[in-house]
């Protein structure tokens, strides 16, 4: 990685972009501490993203839908959070 663009010269990567995408895979502190390349960690970034969006075409989801955070809808009863009542049965000695 050149230090002075903080461009790779072999896959085009900027540092932060690598950096955010060995985050996104759980590999931030490997890839800083030099276990992997910014090369090997944006190709398994884009690996995932492929496959994300595949399963997505897959289940019949667009990937504006398949992206978009969940959220709890007060009109939808199956999103709500349900909520158990739980019995303790303690036995005193």
């Not at 540092?15 to 090997?40: K, P």
């Not at 496959?51 to 009863?77: F, R, V, Y």
């Amino acid at each position: 990685m050149d230090k002075r663009m903080l461009i790779c010269a072999n896959c085009g990567s900027t540092r932060s972009q690598a950096t955010a995408d060995s985050r996104a895979l759980g590999l931030q502190s490997e890839f800083e501490g030099g276990s992997y390349h910014c090369c090997q960690i944006v190709a398994w970034a884009d690996e995932q993203w492929l496959a994300w969006s595949e399963a997505a075409q897959a289940d019949g989801h667009s990937m504006q839908e398949a992206t978009k955070p969940l959220e709890i809808s007060a009109n939808d009863p199956e999103l709500q959070p349900v909520l158990v009542k739980l019995k303790k049965n303690l036995k005193r000695a």
